[in-house]
């Protein structure tokens, strides 16, 4: 077993000493093996009030902003020392001002897509446009790629980011069929 992991892991690299791409479904579960470790020592030593996390992305929600600082610190000494992993500068704030997760910023009346998402995704949908013009993309091929990007922007509040995405860079010709209602304004 080990050798077939150490195969997968040798497998790929793009730069000496890093690992498997983020794309690949490997990486998604060596890292969940990896940090599942640290989920029970949040969920089981620390005891937020709240939980989540999604492969290096976590929230912890607590009403005292001391104990989750010192939540914080905790976790970091533990992925330093027993993870060996570096951990991104956290966000702390209230949950009104809304949640930046996943690429979105979640707030009680919607999901909405963070500014760096929404240029990320102009960027995929003018270079999957450009490889069409350049033919080396097919159609069928650039409809899927398409299909990815319009499912990640569908999650939040994006009908005209969505409208201007396609229809802005003449990939649909009729906007009306993306959005239910849809009347140009």
């Known amino acids: 077993m080990l050798a077939l992991l150490y195969g997968i892991i040798d497998s790929y690299e793009k730069t000496p000493g890093a690992g498997l791409p983020i794309g690949n479904l490997t990486s998604q579960f060596f890292a969940n093996l990896y940090v599942s470790s640290l989920d029970h020592y949040i969920l089981e030593t620390l005891k937020p009030a709240a939980y989540c996390r999604y492969m290096d992305d976590m929230v912890l929600w607590h009403k005292d902003k001391q104990e ?18 570096e951990l991104k500068k956290p966000v702390v704030g209230k949950t009104a001002q809304g949640l930046p997760f996943l690429g979105f910023l979640i707030k009680s009346g919607g999901i ?74």
């Open 112 to 185: 909405y897509l963070l500014r760096k998402s929404k240029r990320r995704m102009k960027d995929r949908v003018a270079a999957i446009k450009q490889a069409l013009a350049d033919k080396s993309l097919t159609e069928e091929h650039a409809a899927a790629r398409l299909q990815s990007v319009y499912a990640a922007v569908a999650l939040a509040r994006t009908r005209s980011l969505r409208v201007r995405l396609w229809y802005g860079n003449g990939l649909v010709k009729d906007p009306s069929g993306l959005e239910p209602g849809y009347t140009g304004r």
């Open 68 to 85: 989750l600082q010192t939540a914080l610190e905790a976790i970091d000494r533990y992925t330093g020392e027993v993870l060996h992993l």
